[in-house]
């Protein structure tokens, strides 16, 4: 599965942006590069998850108010900015979809189903689409969000972990086990 770059830093991004970060804390106006720099990244990010736009325009908005606001209790993790706006994002979507559970959407092309059968070590067919497109619906939210992030947004293990909050080895064995649960999945299928 290929890497998608847009995601990742090198060290000389990563303290550039640190930079940026702690004139931020100092003032709020310094905050302005991060926000032009991640808005729409954030933006995609919440709408692929939900069929609303104005829904996902209200919720970009407030992850954004609160990073701004809990700005001085940002750390920095060895990833991107992104990574911690990301887990914010995360917050804001679970807490909608917890009220209001219609919310919930899942928006992959075809080469992205393609990687999971990759990864499970699935022959991959034309038509096992709708069959992985329902497995996949049928996931805890926590699993979708892993396969999402994993596979529909390519992201490194260490950033997975740090937007969810737990470490590097536990995203990778969580995923393992989505894997595991989406190949005994197929293997039932006679298609």
Not at 6 to 18: G, T
Not at 26 to 52: C, G, W
Not at 168 to 187: F, P, Q, T, Y
Request: aromatic content about 12%; proline content about 4%.
């Amino acid at each position: 599965m290929a890497i998608n770059p847009h995601f990742h830093h090198s060290n000389e991004q990563l303290n550039e942006e640190l930079i940026i970060i702690e004139a931020a804390k100092l003032n709020p106006e310094q905050f302005a590069p991060l926000y032009t720099k991640y808005h729409k990244q954030i933006f995609n990010y919440v709408y692929q998850r939900m069929d609303s736009k104005d829904d996902a325009f209200d919720i970009t908005a407030q992850v954004f108010l609160k990073a701004l606001t809990n700005l001085e209790k940002y750390e920095f993790k060895g990833v991107p900015f992104a990574s911690w706006l990301y887990r914010i994002a995360h917050n804001e979507v679970m807490q909608l979809f917890r009220t209001q559970k219609n919310k919930r959407a899942i928006n992959a092309d075809i080469g992205d189903l393609r990687f999971i059968c990759e990864e499970s070590e699935t022959p991959y067919f034309e038509d096992y689409i709708p069959v992985i497109k329902q497995l996949i619906l049928e996931l805890k939210h926590d699993e979708l969000q892993l396969v999402e992030m994993r596979f529909f947004e390519k992201r490194p293990f260490k950033e997975i972990a740090e937007i969810l909050d737990i470490t590097e080895v536990n995203a990778k064995v969580r995923m393992h086990r989505i894997i595991e649960k989406l190949k005994k999945s197929l293997s039932k299928l006679k298609i």
